[in-house]
């Protein structure tokens, strides 16, 4: 293994003893230096006057095939030459430089006594390589940079993390799946399944994949099928053994495919998630959380993909995912007696507020199920029972629908239901309070349909992943269905709480099949005197569509009381 710096006016060595001591590395500061030191990224190769730490923010770490990986390093103070120190390896985000990224947290936790160096993944801006999504050789790269640790920087081996956002959070779960000199990860941000994000229930993920895809391409260096993947993803012309192809390449580069390596080592797992996260939503973290058996935290944050920990990573402020996985390194690491191995398991910020609630594990048997029963609105009449007009919305109750009909929606447009105007910036607003606002009323009653429940007597706290089951019959082959769950006030103002979608590809014209969708989780309070409306319609600015433009289809959502169509909440 070799480094190489570029720091004005110091010298490395490109081969190095079994340590590194600051001297070696870092200089101490000149008597001028010290008086006009302020912080390591303005003084970097020399130790600081302040707290002890250097920083070497330009280094070139080879991996195990000759890849040159661009790396930094901050070193903690240090008293004797044999003094080692925990460890953490922190893997960059998709596109981002890790000499960059990481360096606030880097600064408080070299404060803290660690070893702390942080790369970036083959690829992307100066590491060489190629761009393979959590590839094997992606995977060799954790544990040759962990290689270079081990034998030149003053680690306790027996005392090392793996840590990272994003693509860097998936990585570190892989890793620590497979390289036994892992002690733990935490991981933020990252996936589990990447198929069900990138194409969640046959839906195409077009935002999110198209940013990734731009990103990938305008920093580094992507392998051509990753490309061609998303492309394929994307298009409603794709065959179903393409997308059988491209989910067991995806399998590969998933964490869950590795719970059980995970399991056998016993090793410990932190894992952050935010809700408006529409790059990797929550749910199959969840799911990856639920089947672990080893020491586990999970939290849930208001947040878009990213945006929780950024502060945290990058300037290295109060954080609280930050601040939560330090006291687990803290634990894992150190060995020092937090309490956070006994904690519950899972914590839920309340979305729109400050609030957190613990739960004991996860699924969580704090949580409850309430279902209600969708019934559908039927044709525009006028009803002179209650004399008043019907047809303009279905209802949901506690008590099972007893009509037997259908409600048809089409793709002729978009409706005023989505899960934000502006894609990202709208569900970035909602993490500081800035609600994505609709008014059911203004539904279109031929491309969507919404159904409205009586006002709550209580507060219903809802808690985990709201689900509907449908029945449904498509009028063609594809077809997609949107569906959004609403806290609606007494006026009809309706704030979006989280919403789901689900498209078929292959299906039979005019047969009538189940039709599951699942929304993403989220924690939320509906206020007592408000309702739950649910709307679904054809289409959201977040996905692909499964048909060319100008090519209808329309889906019928079937009532029976033999089979109820139902909208179940996780409920506190």
Known sequence: MRISSALPGLVLSLAFSSSIAHAELCRTATSAEAASYSTPMQSPGIVSPIDGTCWIPSM?????????????????????????????????????????EYIGQQQRLAKDGYVVMSYT??????????????????????????????ANAPIDINNVATSGISYGAGLSLIALSQDPRIKTAAALSGWANLVDQLYPAGTPNKTWASILSLLG?????????????IQALLSPDTPAAKIAE??????????????AAINKRGAPVFISKNYQDDMFTPNSSLAMFAALTVPKKMLLNPGIHGSAELSG???????????????????????????????????????????RESFSNWPAPELSKQ??????????????????????KGTISTAPNTATSYDLIQNLFDTTATSGLIPILSTLGETVNLPVINSLLTVSLAAGVRYEAPALAATQ??????????????TQARAQVVAYLYDVDAIGISTLITHGASTLHWATPGQTIDFPIEMSAIAYDVPAG??????????????????????RFGVRFEFNPNQQATLVLPTL
């Open 60 to 100: 070139t770490v080879t991996s195990f095939d000759g890849t040159k990986l661009a790396a930094n390093i901050f070193l903690p103070k240090r008293t004797s030459s044999d003094q080692k120190f925990p460890a953490i390896l922190m893997i960059a985000s998709w596109a981002a430089p890790g000499r960059v």
């Open 121 to 150: 993944a083959r690829g992307f801006w100066l590491s060489e390589g190629q761009v393979d999504v959590a590839a094997p050789a992606d995977v060799r790269d954790v544990s040759s940079a962990l290689d270079w640790m081990q």
């Open 217 to 229: 391409t305008s920093t580094g260096r992507p392998a051509p099928e990753v490309n061609q993947n």
């Open 246 to 259: 491209i989910s067991a390449w995806a399998k590969a580069r998933s964490p869950a495919s590795y719970v």
């Open 313 to 355: 990573a990058l300037l290295g402020l109060d954080n609280y995912p930050y601040d939560q996985a330090h006291r687990w390194f803290n634990h894992w690491l150190k060995g020092e007696n937090n309490g956070i191995e006994k904690e519950p398991k899972l914590t839920m910020q309340v979305k729109f507020s400050d609030r």
């Open 371 to 392: 279902t209600y029963y969708l019934a559908p609105r039927g044709g525009l009449r006028f009803d002179w029972g209650c004399f008043c007009g019907k047809g303009d």
């Open 461 to 474: 706290k809802i808690r985990g992943i709201p689900k509907l089951n449908l029945r449904v019959t498509p």
């Open 530 to 551: 408000h309702h739950i409306g649910v709307v679904m319609d054809t289409a959201d600015s977040l996905y692909a569509s499964p048909v060319h433009p100008g090519e």
